[in-house]
């Protein structure tokens, strides 16, 4: 059960039986005053308090109803699977001409994101980390950007001298900076400004102070 409805002779009196009734808290429900509370006048014209209680739904529902809704405004006929974890949330988007969905080098994709996450952490109060894709996305990507590390620290080795790597959003070259981090060849710093921030692979030989 969702929602209820209960009465009492008192606001308060009827929000504690709804509350009762689904088993949850007052900050795990939306309280509707259905009818205020009448008292009677000499015996007659009297009436009890009425409130209709209902769950609220948790962010990662509320992030997929979102989600859905922002698509079907920009034209785009999915569905999203949504998991919820301590992480955060994940939505898979499926549907039509979704390689559109995903943008050069997935940047409609973290537009996405940001825009839900900004929707779920105005309702939530708190940010809640969110995960956008569709297609394997992001798998396909984290194997792309494995690879290029790897051949990043390949070639600094080699050549003694430091790689740059193209531009990339911060979760990329994050990615690129966890894939290194243990190799014993080489470091990684993040350089540039804006878009134009990136990851530069340095022979540990010849690698700049940490600053």
Same mark, same amino acid.
Request: charged share 30%; net charge negative; hydrophobic share 40%.
């Given at each position: ?33 259905? %009818?205020?509370?009448?008292?009677? =006048? +000499?015996? #007659?014209? $009297?009436? *009890? /308090?009425?409130?209709? &209680?209902?769950?609220? !739904? ?5 992030? %997929?109803?979102?989600?859905?809704? =922002? +698509?079907? #405004?920009? $034209?785009? *006929? /999915?569905?999203?699977? &949504?998991?919820?974890? !301590? ?12 390689? +559109? ?111």
């Amino acid at each position: 059960m969702s929602a209820t409805e209960h009465s009492g002779r008192t606001v308060a009196e009827a929000l504690d039986r709804a509350l009762a009734a689904l088993g949850v808290s007052r900050d795990e429900v939306e309280v509707e005053v259905i %009818q205020e509370p009448r008292p009677a =006048l +000499l015996g #007659l014209g $009297g009436r *009890e /308090a009425k409130v209709r &209680v209902t769950r609220k !739904a948790t962010p990662g529902a509320f992030a %997929q109803q979102e989600a859905e809704q =922002l +698509l079907a #405004l920009i $034209g785009y *006929e /999915a569905q999203a699977a &949504v998991e919820e974890s !301590a992480d955060g949330i994940s939505l898979t988007f499926v549907g039509q001409e979704m390689d +559109l969905l995903i943008g050069r080098d997935g940047k409609t994709l973290d537009a996405l994101e940001f825009l839900l996450g900004l929707h779920v952490a105005r309702r939530q109060g708190q940010w809640i980390p969110i995960v956008v894709d569709t297609q394997g996305y992001r798998a396909r990507r984290e194997r792309t950007l494995i690879a290029a590390a790897q051949q990043a620290a390949d070639r600094a080795a080699r050549e003694g001298a430091p790689v740059v790597l193209e531009p990339m959003e911060s979760r990329d070259r994050r990615t690129v900076h966890l894939v290194l981090q243990d190799d014993p060849r080489v470091t990684t710093a993040s350089e540039g400004e804006g878009e134009q921030r990136r990851v530069v692979v340095h022979p540990k030989e010849s690698t700049p102070p940490v600053e």
